[in-house]
């Protein structure tokens, strides 16, 4: 059986590391330069000098031959850069360094980032063929953002989005359904798109049973169910504390339905509102963009579509999420019933991403 050696241990990576081998069973032993164990326990530890002192390579040499090591993850650059030489230097060929080094990994991230970057430069000049684009650096740092927040948006669709902002007019930006906040990290991101001056407003329940989807086969509704969504709220309203610049959003602890009668005007939100240290922010009344990302239900869908679609302007739009839904064709109905409702009065739609982006013609009455 292999035994890793997870050295340094005591980065966050190799603390994770060592944690998730231990929980696939495997054989692992600790090394890093401190005094005493920094995992307390957690398997066998040994001290290691530095990699740059003279003693180090004694010493590996020794714990290798000790617990048996046929491999090692080293978590840190500087030494997974040093081990990989001393490995070659001393023709140690028993032994392979197992993870890419996390310089590299970053790199190759990055790499990623950028090439995803001119896709979505290429896609929103398409989309939006009288705009200039964003710049690539905002469109790999919007991606970066993210792509770091568990989400349920991908690339196209959240590149549709910047580009409806680009061309949208002036009002606020209405997010239902964030879950852990990626489409509202790139709503937030690209709020100025255009040369508007728009704010963020996201309402969604976070409650398992307030969010519970009927159309769902029962068995997915009982893993949404075990998930749990309650935490997620405190994930989103932490990400948002750091990233939303004072004045840009505010988010509501609450379903749609209350949350059009907040956004109204017509009931007190100051109760589900997120954020609650910065004041509440005063709705335009105007939606520049809506995003409906909530309760796919068939009535749900409909219902979000009629009671918030008569809020957004000649020139805005509602991007329907999961139009081409595999689960149930809610969303697919409600946006329909929208393109027939506004008839003459829609100036585009297309599909990006199973979304459906409706653009109220600028003609249009309001
Ligand atoms: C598919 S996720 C949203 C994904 C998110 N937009 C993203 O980019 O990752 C659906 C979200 O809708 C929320 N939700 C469920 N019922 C809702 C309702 N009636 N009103 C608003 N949000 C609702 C859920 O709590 C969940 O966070």
Redesign the pocket.
Known sequence: MSVTLVFPVSTPDGRAYLKQARERGERVVGASCDTSDPTDGAAPWVRLPLVHEPEFLAAFLDLVQAHGVTQIHAAAHMVHAALGDMLREHDLTQLRIINRSALETEFARWEDIFARAEHWRRLIAALAPAQTPPEPAFLAGVIRLSFD?????YDDKLAALLACLLDAPEGDIV??????????SVLLSGRALGGAERRLFV?????TE??A?KDLPPIMQNYTRAAG?ER?ALAFEATFAALAPQGAMTAYR????A?HAIYQGSADGEAVRLLKTRPPLKPAGRIALL?I????DAP?AAE?VELWSPLVPPGGWVAI??YCWRYGDGPKRAGDALLERWGDGVARAFVAGDCLFIQRTAAAAF
């Open positions: 927040l568990f989400g349920e948006s997010e239902i359904g964030s879950l852990f906040g990626r489409s509202a309402f969604d329940p976070w409650s307030a969010g989807q969504l997620v609450t379903p749609s339905v949350g995003h990302d909530g309760n796919h749900c979000d999420d999961d």
